[in-house]
């Protein structure tokens, strides 16, 4: 049957203003007569997907003119149904080069139990304690110990660390009085008023490019001389937000990859002062279906899930990305396929990817590298059957992801 189908339209087309390159484009028209330029990559069942501005978007073909329908089926009858990505251009010699790589080189990697903190302003009239570790500096509204300061900062310091070791990102460099700022509030009223989520344990402002935490977050109770900190805190919170303070700059397009390599870092457990790399991927799975290692912190989805088409979920920009129900899990389960499952499990095309995006391609473009010369439909194929292997069985009906609650980070 062919898939190409006409039907009535019952919501027009946006007006697009869009960009092309000379000679790789079309003028095509919607169903209320009104006309655009792009250039055609893919047809699926339901939807022309086309280059707008370097970034993959696909239009219902309801929405098409009936001229562009039959364009369209003749491509269908000549096999030409797109731009192949396996028959795409190789992509030119990298201009930059990523180093590590996401197979860990030990069982753990460990922050310094004598880590130096050092206390260099103290303002108790303006309420203002600044204390620095070797990668970040801690501003508080209220008088902590240096012990205290040494105990969370560990999770803090073995996360720079894990990040700037895998091949997604060049670290951000900063000089000895540029540390990654940290503001702590006593008062979680104070924290929501700086700016910080009612219902979250932390977050990574980029407007204001620091990483805001309630005090509750890194300590449980107070003792004479202090406040103690917990044997295990809410790491993942500050694993997660660590991560989006280091992954500025241009690899931040794709949502996907924003929130993935997130909650990919933010799913090694850790533990005292560890980070416990060989207990990844089960702990990924805990993530995914239960409630994470040693149940600290997971999304309790079950061993069967529906997730929205896999094609529409990595073209989706970060406010379209709220929208899909189990977001969160959903680009970890992403970013650690790329990262770990597919092809030779080393990670290769997604460190391609990013330095792609690094070197200025459309991410559109990088995109095409992750595919390997598969069709999206048998990349969601290979998705699937990488997932069932880890125990998880995945469906795509077909719809794309509605509004639905995510446990909180």
Request: aromatic letters at 10%.
């Amino acid at each position: 049957m062919n898939l190409l189908v006409a039907r009535p339209c019952i919501l027009g087309l946006l007006v697009l203003l869009l960009s092309a390159t000379p000679g790789s484009a079309r003028v095509w028209t919607d169903n209320l007569g009104r006309k655009f330029e792009a250039e055609l990559l893919e047809i699926t069942a339901t939807s022309a997907v086309f280059v707008v501005n370097g970034l993959r978007r696909p239009i219902p073909l309801k929405n098409l003119s009936e001229a562009d329908l039959l364009y369209l089926r003749k491509k269908e009858r000549r096999g030409d149904t797109g731009r192949n990505p396996s028959r795409s251009p190789t992509p030119e010699p990298s201009s930059v080069r990523l180093e590590g790589t996401f197979a860990p080189g030990a069982p753990e990697m460990t922050a310094n139990l004598q880590l130096p903190v050092r206390m260099v302003e103290k303002d108790p009239v303006e309420r203002r304690w600044v204390y620095r570790t070797p990668h970040f500096e801690f501003i508080s509204d209220s008088f902590l110990k240096e012990s205290l300061i040494r105990d969370f900062s560990w999770a803090f310091e073995v996360t720079y660390d894990y990040v700037t070791s895998l091949p997604v990102q060049r670290p951000r460099l900063h000089g000895a009085s540029q540390r990654l700022r940290t503001f702590i509030f006593k008062n979680r009223t104070d924290y929501m008023r700086a700016g910080g989520p009612p219902r979250s344990s932390g977050v990574y402002l980029p407007a204001r490019d620091a990483i805001l935490v309630p005090l509750s977050s890194l300590s449980s109770q107070t003792v004479t001389g202090g406040t103690v900190v917990r044997n295990r805190m809410s790491s993942r919170v500050l694993q997660h937000e660590v991560t989006h303070y280091l992954m500025r700059g241009r690899t931040q397009q794709a949502a996907w990859f924003i929130e993935g390599s997130a909650e990919f870092v933010a799913s090694v457990p850790f533990f005292q002062n560890r980070l416990l790399l060989s207990h990844h991927p089960g702990a990924v799975v805990d993530c995914i279906t239960a409630f994470g290692w040693e149940s600290l912190g997971g999304y309790r989805l079950g061993h069967a899930i529906e997730l929205a088409p896999l094609n529409t979920f990595m073209a989706a920009n970060p406010l379209e990305f709220k929208k899909f129900k189990n977001a969160y899990p959903y680009s970890l389960m992403v970013f650690y396929f790329f990262a770990r499952l597919d092809g030779k499990k080393d990670g290769a095309h997604l460190k391609r990817y990013a330095e792609m995006l690094l070197e200025g391609r459309p991410e559109v473009e990088a995109r095409a590298v992750l595919l390997d010369g598969r069709s999206e439909n048998e990349l969601q194929a290979e998705f699937a059957r990488s997932w069932n292997l880890q125990g998880i069985k995945l469906s795509f009906p077909g719809q794309q992801g509605t509004p639905g609650r995510t446990p909180s980070r």
